[in-house]
C-alpha cells in the first residue's frame, strides 16, 4: 500500500462499454497523474490536475475523459475504447511547491479491451 | 528536461553490489537527479533523489560526479526482489508542476 488506491486492479470491457478507474490519495497531495503502460513501451504522461485543475492533456483522445472532484480523488472515464488500449493504467500524486519531493504511484489497473 | 542514458539491461548476482549508471550530460543547474524502479506489472517506487551532494536512504545510495553529468544508483546488497527495471529521471522543479517523463530505464536481474 503506498498511499495511492486505484480500483479495479483488472479490467475487462467490451468496445461499446462505459466503465471508470478510480484513484484515490491519501497523502495530502495538491497534483494528480494519469499514465498509460502499453506492452514493453516507457509510461506516457495522459492527464494532470493541480490544485484540482487540468493543466496538461497530452494529445489524449477525447474516448479518455479525466474528471478531478477534489484534490484526493481523480477518476478515467472510458467510453468507445479500441482493443490498442489495452495497458497498465497508473495514477499518481505528487506535492507540488516546497521541498522537492518524489511522485508516489499507485498499483495500476491493468485494462483489457475486447 | 535534461535527456538521461542508461545501459538497457544489467545483471547481478544475489548479495553483492548493483551499481546503475545513467549519464546526463545537458543536465543543468536546477535539475535534480530522481531514480525509480519498476517491479512487473506494479507503478513505478520512488527510490531517491538529489541534486549534487551524495545522499543514501534505506534503500539505496546515489552518487553524482562533481560535473553532475552522471550518476549512479548503488543498491548495497541486491536481492532477488530487486529485479526490476530502474529509471533515471532528471526533473526540475519550478514554483508550480513539474511533470515526470519516464524513458525505458534499465532491466536489472538479480539471480541467486
Known amino acids: ?114 | 528536461d535534461a535527456k538521461t542514458t542508461q545501459p538497457t539491461s544489467m545483471d547481478c548476482a544475489e548479495g553483492r553490489a548493483a551499481n546503475l549508471p545513467c549519464n546526463h550530460s545537458t543536465i543543468s543547474g536546477n535539475e535534480y537527479v530522481y531514480w525509480y524502479r519498476q517491479i512487473h506489472s506494479q507503478g513505478p517506487q520512488y527510490i531517491i533523489h538529489g541534486l549534487k551532494n551524495n545522499e543514501t536512504n534505506e534503500m539505496a545510495s546515489l552518487i553524482i560526479t562533481e560535473d553532475r553529468k552522471s550518476s549512479t544508483l548503488i543498491l548495497p546488497h541486491a536481492t532477488l526482489r530487486d529485479t526490476a527495471v530502474y529509471y533515471c529521471i532528471v526533473r526540475s522543479h519550478p514554483s508550480g508542476y513539474s511533470t515526470l517523463t519516464f524513458g525505458k530505464g534499465t532491466m536489472l536481474l538479480v539471480s541467486p
Do not use: I
Open chain 1, 1 to 114: 500500500e503506498t498511499g495511492v488506491t486505484q480500483t479495479p486492479r483488472h479490467l475487462v470491457m467490451g468496445m461499446t462499454n462505459k466503465k471508470s478507474l478510480k484513484c484515490e490519495q491519501h497523502l495530502g497531495h495538491n497534483a494528480m497523474y494519469w499514465y498509460k503502460q502499453s506492452a514493453k513501451k516507457p509510461l506516457e504522461l495522459m492527464f494532470v490536475y493541480n490544485f484540482k485543475e487540468q493543466t496538461e492533456n497530452n494529445s489524449v483522445p477525447s474516448r479518455f475523459s479525466p474528471e478531478c472532484p477534489n484534490s484526493s480523488h481523480l477518476f478515467l472515464h472510458l467510453h468507445t475504447l479500441q482493443p490498442e488500449d489495452s495497458a497498465l493504467y497508473l495514477c499518481a500524486s505528487s506535492q507540488v511547491g516546497g521541498r522537492p519531493t518524489g511522485y508516489t504511484f499507485g498499483s495500476g489497473t491493468r485494462l483489457t479491451v475486447v
